[in-house]
């Protein structure tokens, strides 16, 4: 039995602790980096996590939404840690990161595929710092070598594409963590109503046209988080759909729930039925291969 259970808040961050005679254990929500969306909600086998909607303030713009976390059923898993594309999650044990669930490679690791050839970039180029909507990128020059580089927060990267499109030599290449569909159905969007564009992090993504005053999206740079979604107010207004997920091999019962859960039954289906084949692929190759004499 632990010794202790507590819960703390701030502006800045959501701690949560169970406290052992031998170990101790914290989930912590960076607030500031947090979007308020709903995958780590989704997926919690304990149901551990919550997601709500902010009430909205006459002349304001509408907030995203808040990420609650019951203390007690927190199982400290690092299954929101391992799915979180912001990085907004951590789950230490005695203060070291360990998320149990990718330690077991019961559950796998998103992967950023970011590629970035600084060896090119003009010395006085800067757009891609300039244009990510999250502040991850920091560019800097060095006029004695002329040489340039470029740091990405890779862990806090959702891979939203913008520095890619907006780089004007296509020297970043970056390969989306989520594909899928955002659909806003116009006849059911409310006029001159802006509460998911208010709360999308990414700019751009959503924009409010001139003409009808309806929301519309522009889908190159949705990282498909559903924080638009948890913020509409008109039922069926805004569909979004997930189709593949960019992580690392694993083969669990807990990832297949999950993956239900982010996507669908179909798409779980497709990427078993992929995994299936390319193992036996494998398998083949591998009786065809010459035996060494």
């Given at each position: 039995?632990?010794?202790?259970?507590?819960?703390?808040?701030?502006?800045?961050?959501?701690?949560?602790?169970?406290?052992?005679?031998?170990?101790?254990?914290?989930?912590?929500?960076?607030?500031?980096?947090?979007?308020?969306?709903?995958?780590?909600?989704?997926?919690?086998?304990?149901?551990?996590?919550?997601?709500?909607?902010?009430?909205?303030?006459?002349?304001?713009?509408?907030?995203?939404?808040?990420?609650?976390?019951?203390e007690v059923k927190c199982?400290?898993?690092?299954?929101?840690?391992?799915?979180?594309?912001?990085?907004?999650?951590?789950?230490?044990?005695?203060?070291n990161n360990i998320a149990?669930?990718?330690?077991?490679?019961?559950?796998?690791?998103?992967?950023?595929?970011?590629?970035?050839?600084?060896?090119?970039?003009?010395?006085?180029?800067?757009?891609?710092?300039?244009?990510?909507?999250?502040?991850?990128?920091?560019?800097?020059?060095?006029?004695?070598?002329?040489?340039?580089?470029?740091?990405?927060?890779?862990?806090?990267?959702?891979?939203?594409?913008?520095?890619?499109?907006?780089?004007?030599?296509?020297?970043?290449?970056?390969?989306?963590?989520?594909?899928?569909?955002?659909?806003?159905?116009?006849?059911?969007?409310?006029?001159?109503?802006?509460?998911?564009?208010?709360?999308?992090?990414?700019?751009?993504?959503?924009?409010?046209?001139?003409?009808?005053?309806?929301?519309?999206?522009?889908?190159?740079?949705?990282?498909?988080?559903?924080?638009?979604?948890?913020?509409?107010?008109?039922?069926?207004?805004l569909e979004l759909s997930?189709?593949?997920?960019?992580?690392?091999?694993?083969?669990?019962?807990?990832?297949?729930?999950?993956?239900?859960?982010?996507?669908?039954?179909?798409?779980?289906?497709?990427?078993?039925?992929?995994?299936?084949?390319?193992?036996?692929?494998?398998?083949?190759?591998?009786?065809?291969?010459?035996?060494?004499?």
């Open positions: 039995m632990p010794m202790k259970i507590q819960k703390t808040g701030s502006d800045t961050q959501l701690v949560v602790e169970r406290i052992h005679h031998a170990k101790n254990y914290k989930l912590t929500l960076d607030c500031r980096l947090c979007v308020g969306c709903e995958l780590c909600s989704l997926i919690c086998p304990r149901e551990a996590i919550s997601v709500a909607k902010q009430p909205k303030k006459d002349g304001q713009k509408t907030q995203h939404p808040i990420i609650d976390v019951d199982h400290y898993c690092g299954i929101c840690t391992a799915i979180c594309p912001y990085g907004a999650l951590h789950v230490t044990i005695d203060g149990s669930v990718i330690e077991k490679e019961s559950f796998p690791q998103l992967i950023r595929e970011i590629t970035v050839d600084a060896t090119k970039c003009p010395t006085d180029c800067t757009e891609c710092e300039e244009i990510c909507p999250l502040d991850l990128i920091k560019v800097t020059s060095d006029p004695k070598t002329n040489k340039v580089t470029i740091e990405i927060k890779e862990e806090q990267c959702p891979t939203c594409r913008k520095c890619e499109i907006k780089c004007p030599e296509g020297l970043i290449r970056i390969r989306k963590i989520f594909t899928g569909k955002l659909t806003i159905r116009q006849e059911k969007c409310p006029t001159n109503c802006q509460d998911c564009l208010d709360v999308c992090p990414i700019t751009d993504t959503l924009y409010l046209s001139e003409k009808d005053g309806k929301v519309y999206v522009n889908e190159i740079f949705c990282t498909y988080c559903g924080a638009c979604k948890i913020v509409c107010p008109e039922e069926q207004a997930r189709s593949t997920i960019h992580h690392t091999p694993v083969r669990s019962g807990a990832w297949n729930k999950a993956l239900e859960k982010l996507t669908s039954t179909t798409e779980m289906t497709k990427e078993l039925r992929g995994k299936g084949r390319k193992k036996t692929m494998e398998a083949v190759k591998k009786r065809l291969e010459p035996r060494a004499k």
